[in-house]
């Protein structure tokens, strides 16, 4: 049977747009229940969750934070994510080990596009869902306009389960309506909430929506749909039952309400987190590939681990969920990617930067242990051998690179290092050395992602860089059919290399990828020489005909050739595919093409068209504007090369009220007179590599 503890546990992400105020509801959450005795700030770099030099700085989370506490005789695994979608990762794991989500919406903005990512990846999951509008006492905040935002966003099934009594500044308290209860806040302490009578001038408003509720709830079961249109009155204890049912199963989303920063109606969330969202034992069996994980305690231990903390100090630390079993400290598991037994030492109960000790992890649970040798994110743990897949979800790629060096001769090996173990952390970070320059390049999802990693580079690490122009990946296709002959042949007196080969290319038709198609008959090449003239054509699409840049979207057909039975070898028709590929793509029309960008954009509504004009100039081409309370969201599509110096002049043209972010939609070809400018450069940084 499940552990018993399983059924007190509720794992819970805090996620939303950034802006929307989650780690102050973090907090919030963590002062009434009496985990932290007073309650931090944000702006003052207070808060348990945002604990690193750079997120007090820039006064954002950059990763996501742990913590646990208890309420009402639950023990609550809180994840406050970051918002930023640099730093989506992070929210995207936590998602994956969560039972529940509560996505935490700015009264002002309604439903921006961060929340609506996220809200995909958590539908796909079947994550059981809460919204929590906040900000309800800033200017221009509208509970009921957020809320319709939030039905066109998210479906009809979102739907209010509280409304506020006042608004803006004079918001000061929530009327349940499943309870049909009000409640007042005066002040942020912890006995801040008062039961009052539901004010008469919302008495018919409260009727009203808690119609619009019931309406909801009775959707959930055919029974009380039946009753419900035949008039008869719904229990408070169906209603209740119907509602947990409904979120339990992804089919109904309570939007809740209060203002984070002073504790209003923060503890009616508290009670919709132990009531409404499910139990790791509720939610029940996990599907991992082969094999199918229970929240038992009678079963083999499995635990996931879905972030990894790289602590100078403290060395690697290693954030886990227990899929079923018991994980007990000094205990021995085996890492099923590695292969290798790791001792599990101490367990640690995260409360933000701190840890607290404990015996051990049962079923459903959330902790993390450090000093794992060979263990970091995506990796699962296990008593021993199993069949079984548990996998992070898909990240976005990295679009945003620059070149870097360190900034003291010598450094290379310490830059390189530092790099390495912030991989570890953020597996969004792409380091590499790019083979046409010798640049040692770092990518990343935005510009603002690149300088905190070299931000903490430098804190951490001590390790100091200087960064270059950010490069555009550029890439290459080509756009007709060509065929070609490749014959290596050398001679030295003794032993020769011969290889030899006919190809035929042409474009795949999506554009993308890569296709190669064996079509030799009769053996005129031994299939042992095969997939060296395939590994040639790769290497050579890698180094691109047209500026140096990869190759993509290309089908290649090995139709003939010929070998010599003593002078053959895999490195002779390697290099025959290379010297084949390489012509036959020279004729086929090989173009360069660029990355173009989906951006989306808040801004003030009276700099929309400063901000359109601008993006004009840039090449882009708006897709639509929609109005935010006060603010604007304009999308637009726009090419990299011409958003690599953006963000400061957004700033510029909005008076620092702007905001964007960017993800890739597709690759295009480079007009002709900028391609030229493009591939000339290439060309010169070439003949520098090789002066």
Known sequence: MPHEAAKRIRNVALVGHRGSGKTSLNEALLFQAGAINRLGSVADGTTVSDSAPDEKAREMSIAASLASFEWDDRKINLVDTPGEPSFIADALAALRVCDGAVFVVNAVMGAEVGTLRLWERAQDLGLARLVFVNMLDRERADFFRTLESLKSAFGPHAVATEIPIGSEHEVRGVIDLVDMKAYEYSGDGKDNCKEIPIPDELQAQAEEYREKLLDEVAENSDELMERYL????????????????GVTAGRLFPVTCGVATHNLAVNRLLDALVEDLPSPAKRGAVEAGAATLEPREDAEPVAFVFKTLADPYAGRINLF????????????????????KERMGQLLVPHGKDFGHTDEFGPGDIGAVAKLKETHAGDVLASGAMELTLELPKFPAPVMAFAIEPKAKGDEEKVGQALRRLQEEDPTIDFHRDAQTG???????????????????????????????????????????????????????????FGDCHIRIEPLPDGDGFEFVDMIKGGVIPSGFIPAVEKGIVEAMQDGVVAGYPLKGVRVELYDGSYH?????????????????KDAASNAGAVLLEPIMTVTLSVPDDSVGDVIGDLNSRRGRPLGMEPKGGMTE???????????????????ITGGQGDYTMELARYEEVPAHLAQKVISEASKEQEAVKA
Do not use: C, W
């Not at 079923?324 to 292969?339: H, T």
């Not at 905190?452 to 059919?481: C, D, F, S, W």
């Not at 490195?571 to 595919?577: D, E, L, Y």
């Open 230 to 245: 035949e008039g008869e009155e719904i229990s408070h204890e169906e209603t209740v039952t119907a509602l947990k049912t």
């Open 565 to 581: 039975s003593v002078d053959s070898s895999e490195m002779a028709f390697k290099i025959a595919g290379s010297m084949a590929f």
């Open 321 to 340: 969920r227990v899929y079923q079993g018991v994980v007990k400290a000094d205990s021995q598991l085996l890492n099923l990617r590695a292969g290798a």
């Open 634 to 652: 304009v999308k637009a599509e726009v090419p990299m090369s011409e958003m690599l110096a953006y963000a400061p002049d957004l700033r510029a």
């Open 439 to 497: 640049e040692q390049i770092v990518a990343g999802l935005s510009q603002i992602h690149v300088e905190v990693i070299v931000e903490r580079m430098k804190e951490r690490y001590g390790a100091e860089v200087n960064l270059h122009q950010p490069r555009v990946p550029y890439r290459e296709t080509i756009k007709g059919k060509a065929q070609a002959h490749g014959r290596y042949k050398k001679q030295t007196g003794g032993r020769g290399q």
